[in-house]
């Protein structure tokens, strides 16, 4: 399974960014996707998640209301629409799969349960 993920770069605080991560390879029809994003010297944060099959999603109460997980209409390629950036959204961000969709059964944000990773692209929002 590969992941590719292109958007990011640096914006004014307040301004919009999309992230895309195109899914690829075997894949089960249905799957767990989420966004993570990690700043140097501390944890990757899990910030959204959608199960595939259902478009069901999660958030972390960092970017409720602000950022937006979708899919696209066969459900291999995944944006993150983020939205009222501020600087302390800076940082490397991940799109990663969980192929048994388990994560998303628990609605879990934990790096641990996800076994495919998108190569980061980085997000900079300035003042």
């Known amino acids: 399974v590969q992941l590719m993920q292109s958007g990011g770069g640096s914006v004014q605080a307040g301004g919009s960014l999309r992230l895309s991560c195109a899914a690829s390879?075997?894949?089960?029809?249905?799957?767990?996707v989420a966004w993570f994003r990690q700043v140097v010297g501390k944890d990757r944060e899990g910030i959204a998640g959608i199960y595939t099959g259902t478009e069901s999603t999660f958030y972390a109460s960092s970017v409720k209301g602000r950022f937006t997980i979708s899919q696209d209409d066969d459900g291999t390629t995944l944006y993150l629409q983020m939205n009222n950036l501020r600087p302390d959204d800076t940082a490397m961000y991940f799109c990663?799969?969980?192929?048994?969709?388990?994560?998303?059964?628990?609605?879990?944000?934990?790096?641990?349960?996800?076994?495919?990773w998108g190569q980061g692209t980085q997000v900079s929002v300035y003042s």
């Open positions: 990663a799969a969980d192929s048994a969709a388990r994560a998303c059964y628990y609605e879990s944000l934990s790096a641990a349960e996800y076994d495919f």
């Open positions: 390879g075997y894949l089960y029809r249905s799957y767990c």
